[in-house]
């Protein structure tokens, strides 16, 4: 059965024990983590994403040249913008009437704003949609904390109600554009190949990215209560890896187009002496380049837009390194506005709302669908403890009591949460 085939099974029993009831929503957040929009933005931008780690201007005015280079915006800000507005278009066909607000990380619009707007303008129950589709401490449970400490920093919790939706790696929305771009980057490829005399060349896929310290993809996915081994030990990790591998099958499926493929990673930061997850995509092509290869499609797999780490990590430097080795070589399309991605979107909005439920909750891989509520402990913060919403043992944002000790799931959650 095709991993995109629409008869397989739309619940995972592993993860039904986090699914949330449906409730009666008033608006949703789109949250993510904002970016510089001109030169004098860009070090105040990178001391916000910097915040608590004692890094110097001078530091940062080092690794700010990408940004520099692009006149100081990054282009997350602007592709937000056209999200949000393709999320108003495609609830307003549907007849759905949720306002779609938006709150950033780390610039303007801030989420506390967002939220204390949200709040004076009416809305009590909210419900957020992040631009990141994995699990991992920076993918979900910082969101989940930056909701949390909005929250007790307004002086809002107990008076607005936020929760989440699940984390969309595997849902057919966000997979189906890559499958699409891998089949015209492998056709793409082919052809550079053909142009040049060499059709019947070597190709290989490498599916791209943001590396993360090793320890936070050791605690990605562990949790209290968890029953599954993740592959590599990393849900962040097998996340990936099970998505590619459902992509590939697709493409081999729809096209009979296929290749070796592999997971990269890139954008890394941080201490040079604290371990991060490799291989990166640099090295990755320089030894392919040794073996034999002479093309490479790059999918920029762990990514929602072509943000600065798309345009200037693969479109600049793998770019370049393809180029300089003499590699035919094209990169792949994130999911943007594409169709199929916003209209995911709201099919998961629509899960978790009363009025324009969509019972089936569909997955493209075994390890889906991911939870609404996470378990206690999940994608540890290991600076500290902080407010969190939308899990097990969350203290603010919903109201709902924690899972009763030492299961591990929730029986009742406050009457908000169901198991098969």
């Not at 999320?87 to 709150?103: H, S």
């Not at 999918?299 to 990590?313: I, K, N, T």
């Not at 999911?335 to 009363?354: M, N, Q, S």
Request: glycine fraction near 10%; aromatic fraction near 6%; include cysteine.
């Amino acid at each position: 059965m095709s991993p995109l085939d629409p008869q397989a099974p739309a619940v995972n029993p592993v993860t039904e024990a986090g699914r949330m009831a449906p409730k009666d929503y008033d608006a949703v957040l789109l949250a993510s983590f904002g970016g510089p929009e001109g030169q004098e933005d860009v070090i105040p931008f990178l001391r916000n994403v910097t915040r608590g780690r004692g890094i110097p201007d001078e530091r940062l005015e080092e690794v700010s040249h990408h940004y520099r280079a692009n006149g100081g915006i990054s282009p997350i800000n602007q592709q937000n913008r056209e999200l949000k507005a393709a999320l108003e278009a495609e609830l307003a066909a549907r007849g759905i009437e949720l306002p779609v607000l938006w709150g950033n990380r780390n610039w303007a619009p801030y989420i506390p704003q967002t939220l204390q707007e949200a709040y004076d303008a009416g809305h009590r129950r909210v419900l957020m949609l992040t631009t990141s589709a994995y699990s991992c401490y920076s993918s979900c449970r910082q969101y989940r904390e930056d909701i949390g400490m909005a929250l007790t920093e307004t002086g809002l919790d107990g008076k607005l109600e936020v929760d989440k939706v699940r984390q969309y790696f595997d849902h057919p929305g966000f997979v189906e554009p890559f499958v699409e771009g891998t089949a015209a980057g492998l056709a793409d490829v082919r052809a550079k190949l053909a142009e040049a005399g060499t059709p019947d060349a070597p190709v290989h896929i490498l599916f791209a990215t943001h590396s993360i310290p090793t320890r936070d993809a050791e605690a990605a996915g562990r949790c209290e209560g968890e029953p599954r081994e993740f592959e590599e030990g990393s849900a962040y990790v097998a996340q990936h890896l099970a998505n590619a591998a459902a992509v590939m099958d697709r493409v081999k499926e729809e096209s009979g187009l296929g290749a070796p493929w592999s997971l990269v990673y890139q954008s890394r930061s941080g201490a040079p002496h604290v371990p991060w997850l490799e291989p990166d995509i640099n090295d990755a092509i320089e030894e392919l380049a040794g073996k034999g290869v002479k093309g490479i499609v790059i999918v920029p797999l762990g990514f929602v837009s072509d943000h600065m780490e798309v345009v200037w990590d693969l479109d600049t430097e793998a770019m370049e390194t393809c180029a300089n080795l003499g590699l035919a070589a094209t990169r792949v399309p994130t999911p943007g506005t594409h169709r199929k991605f916003v209209t995911g979107l709201v099919d998961l909005i629509c899960e978790r709302t009363v009025a324009n439920n969509i019972s089936d909750r569909p997955a493209v891989t075994g390890l889906g669908p991911w939870y609404d509520v996470c378990r206690p402990g999940c994608c540890a913060n290991f600076r500290g403890e902080k407010p969190t919403i939308a899990g097990a043992d969350t203290t603010v944002g919903t109201g709902h009591d924690p899972y009763p000790a030492g299961t591990g799931a929730s029986s009742r959650a406050a009457g908000e949460t169901v198991q098969p």
